[in-house]
């Protein structure tokens, strides 16, 4: 398991992928099923998350990286890493799943109601 990020000459502590990181993406408004989609803030947010710093400052700190030859994939595989070990994130997608699955059936039965009345409206017109 990845337990450093290394960042230029330093070796920064990899932080788990719990609430407090979830929270900070979404102050940075990034959803969950958007992580894929927003790599680049989304991986800086986590570096923030990981020293404790703002996300600016987290930026700097990952341009200054690039710059002296580090890539994103030093960043990238650990954050895979610490996602697909973290039981939040497991259970927060559960959850996130569960109430897409609820807003789908809610829509279903929605459409199904109004199919039901048009159907009555057309059967007493005739």
Do not use: W
Request: aromatic share 6%; hydrophobic share 40%; proline share 2%.
């Amino acid at each position: 398991m990845a337990n450093f990020i290394k960042l230029g000459e330093k070796r920064i502590p990899a932080a788990d992928v719990d609430f407090n990181f979830v929270a900070l993406l979404s102050e940075n408004n990034i959803q969950l099923n958007e992580m894929g989609k927003k790599m680049l803030p989304t991986l800086r947010v986590y570096v923030a998350h990981c020293m404790g710093i703002d996300v600016e400052t987290a930026g700097q700190i990952i341009n200054q990286h690039m710059v002296k030859g580090g890539t994103l994939a030093d960043i990238a595989s650990v954050f895979t890493q610490k996602v697909e070990d973290s039981d939040f994130f497991r259970a927060i997608s559960q959850v996130e799943t569960e109430i897409a699955d609820e807003s789908e059936t809610e829509a279903i039965e929605v459409e199904s109601e109004k199919v039901t009345k048009i159907s009555k409206k057309k059967t007493t017109e005739a």
